[in-house]
């Protein structure tokens, strides 16, 4: 995917993207997994997305800097993130000269992003950042993220292929548009045998601590 430096500069010149790019950078953590690293690879990936698919842009880009906002304060009033994110979407924008008429196709976009919550992507907007959330799931940095993630959990090792299993490896069918499926079939090829090899290099230590745990068992007898 080429570099997005040539969007930005595109929509610099719109007042809402200035005040929203201020925003952003003061709201949002300085981290990878899912932070302000994060929020601005999905806006690459989205945005270049939607040049190649006819996307609205200004939609996709808005919905991709405010996908995760509501991720900031989620743990605390126990409402889906993406629910958060699309109303604050709607006040923020409205407030700093986003075209009205644009508003709730951003809060779709929004809302259709989260595996979790259920929403199936209609529009072409919302495929646009849909797809590019699940990509930043997949690949190098797919790989970063999951494992960062449920080391901050406090899971374990077979907890992180675990969650690999269940989730990440089935994302490159949840692809809507023809640019994020040829994207993902890079990224999941890349991924797939990361954990395939992260498995079986586990394995050595599963059967050492196996054949301990029975010895001693033999050794109390």
Excluded at 51 to 60: S, T
Excluded at 128 to 152: E, M, P
Aim: charged share 20%.
């Amino acid at each position: 995917m080429q570099s997005c430096t040539h969007i930005i500069e595109f929509l610099s010149p719109r007042p809402w993207f200035k005040k929203l790019i201020r925003i952003i950078l003061v709201v949002y953590p300085h981290d990878d997994v899912h932070g302000l690293g994060h929020v601005l690879r999905v806006f690459c990936l989205a945005t270049c997305i939607a040049v190649i698919e006819g996307a609205d842009l200004e939609v996709v880009a808005a919905a991709a800097l405010l996908h995760d906002i509501g991720r900031l304060v989620e743990k605390y009033v126990n409402v889906h993130h993406a629910l958060i994110s699309a109303n604050v979407a709607s006040e923020l924008l409205n407030a700093i000269g986003f075209p009205e008429h644009k508003i709730d196709a951003v809060k779709r976009a929004i809302l259709a992003h989260s595996y979790s919550l259920g929403f199936t992507p209609k529009s072409i907007e919302e495929c646009c950042v849909s797809d590019a959330d699940k990509l930043d799931a997949l690949g190098a940095i797919g790989v970063y993220r999951t494992i960062a993630t449920n080391i901050l959990r406090g899971n374990s090792l077979n907890d992180t292929i675990e969650h690999f299993v269940e989730k990440l490896s089935k994302l490159e069918h949840l692809m809507c548009t023809k640019t994020g499926k040829k994207l993902a079939q890079q990224k999941q090829k890349f991924t797939n045998n990361f954990f395939k090899n992260l498995k079986s290099e586990t394995i050595l230590g599963e059967e050492a601590y196996n054949t301990i745990r029975d010895l001693v068992k033999s050794w109390s007898t």
